[in-house]
C-alpha cells in the first residue's frame, strides 16, 4: 500500500501470527497449546521509542492467547530471574525466563541454578561456604575455601560478577571484605540492572571515583585523587545508595559522595569488578559481602 503500517494493522499482524501458530499446533497435537517462547528473546524492543512501544503491543497480545510465556537472555542480561517489564498487562503476564543449560550439567545442578536466581531478601551476608550465585560478567571466577577469588588469566586485564537475585535491591549498603595482592583497583557495582545501566564506587590505585553507565553512556559524577587507595593485606570497601545518594568508603572512612545518581536508577543488584593496564595483574581474593537494607530518608 506505500505507507507505514499502522499502529492498529501492526496489533493485528501480530495478533493474527500467533493465533495461526496456536491454532495449527493444537490441531496438530490435539491438545491445549498454553505457552509460548519468543525466538531468541525477540519481541522487537530496542532503545527506540517506536520499537519500545510495538514491543509492549507484542507481549499484550501474547499475554492475551498464552498463560506463560518464554524470555531468553540477551546480550548483558545476568541475572537469571525475569523481572517483567512495564506494560498495560504486567499484574496478569506469567513472564519466565529461559536458562541455557549444558550437558555437563545435572538436575541438581540446575535446581541449584534455580534457586540462586530467586529474590534474595535483605539483610544478606555472604561467607562463601557455598556458591551462592556469583555469575561471571566477565572472565572466571572461583568459590572455594570460603573465598570467592577473581584472577584473570594472564592474557587478560580484568573480570567481573555479579550476585543474582540481587535486582530488585533497591537502598542498601554493600560491603566486602578483600585482599588485592597486587594492590590493584576495585570496582563496587550498586543498582546494576544491566552491562549498559549500572552504577557503583571505583577503587582505583589513586583515586576514588562515584561513576554510573545509563544506556551505555559511562560518566564520572564525582571522585577524589588520593595516594596509595588499595592497602596492604584484608580491607574493607562500601557502598551506600539511598535513593539519588551514592557513598564510598574504605574501611568504614567515607572518601567520595554524590546526591545525583541518575534517576532511572531506582533499584538494581550488586557485583564487583576489577581491572589493570597490565595484562594478568589484577586479582583480588573476597572473604565476606554483606549487604543490608536503608530505611531511606529521601
Not at 2 to 25: V, W
Request: with cysteine.
Amino acid at each position: 500500500k506505500k505507507r507505514l503500517e499502522t499502529n492498529a494493522g501492526f496489533e493485528t499482524r501480530i495478533s493474527g501470527d500467533l493465533m495461526a501458530s496456536q491454532t495449527y499446533l493444537e490441531d496438530l497435537l490435539g491438545t491445549e497449546v498454553i505457552g509460548f517462547a519468543f525466538p531468541f528473546g525477540e519481541m522487537g524492543q530496542s532503545n527506540n521509542i517506536d520499537s519500545n512501544m510495538r514491543s509492549q503491543t507484542v507481549i499484550t497480545v501474547a499475554d492475551s492467547l498464552f498463560k506463560l510465556i518464554f524470555y531468553q537472555f540477551r546480550s548483558g542480561e545476568h541475572f537469571s530471574e525475569f523481572i517483567a517489564p512495564d506494560h498495560p498487562t504486567k499484574e496478569n503476564l506469567a513472564m519466565i525466563h529461559r536458562i541455557d543449560t549444558s550437558n555437563s550439567e545435572s538436575g541438581d545442578d540446575l535446581l541449584k541454578m534455580l534457586k540462586n536466581g530467586q529474590q534474595k531478601s535483605l539483610p544478606y551476608t555472604d561467607t562463601f561456604d557455598d556458591d551462592n550465585g556469583w555469575v561471571s560478567v566477565w572472565g572466571p571466577h572461583t568459590i572455594e575455601n570460603g573465598q570467592l577469588n577473581i584472577t584473570p588469566p594472564q592474557d587478560q586485564s580484568g573480570g567481573a560478577i555479579i550476585l543474582d537475585g540481587s535486582q530488585s535491591w533497591t537502598n542498601y549498603q554493600a560491603t566486602a571484605e578483600v585482599t588485592s595482592p597486587n594492590q590493584t583497583g576495585i570496582f563496587l557495582w550498586t543498582r546494576f540492572k544491566n552491562d549498559n545501566t549500572n552504577a557503583g564506587c571505583n577503587f582505583g590505585t589513586n583515586f576514588v571515583h562515584i561513576e554510573e553507565t545509563i544506556n551505555g553512556n559511562k560518566k564520572v559524577l564525582k571522585g577524589v585523587e588520593l595516594p596509595h587507595v588499595i592497602p596492604k593485606g584484608l580491607f574493607s570497601i562500601t557502598a551506600r545508595v539511598d535513593g539519588r545518594t551514592l557513598i564510598c568508603s574504605i574501611n568504614g572512612v567515607q572518601l567520595v559522595s554524590t546526591e545525583f545518581l541518575d534517576p532511572s536508577l531506582t533499584q538494581g543488584g550488586v557485583g564487583i569488578k576489577i581491572w589493570d593496564e597490565t595484562l594478568g595483574k589484577s586479582a583480588v581474593n573476597i572473604t565476606q559481602f554483606s549487604a543490608t537494607p536503608i530505611k531511606s530518608s529521601k
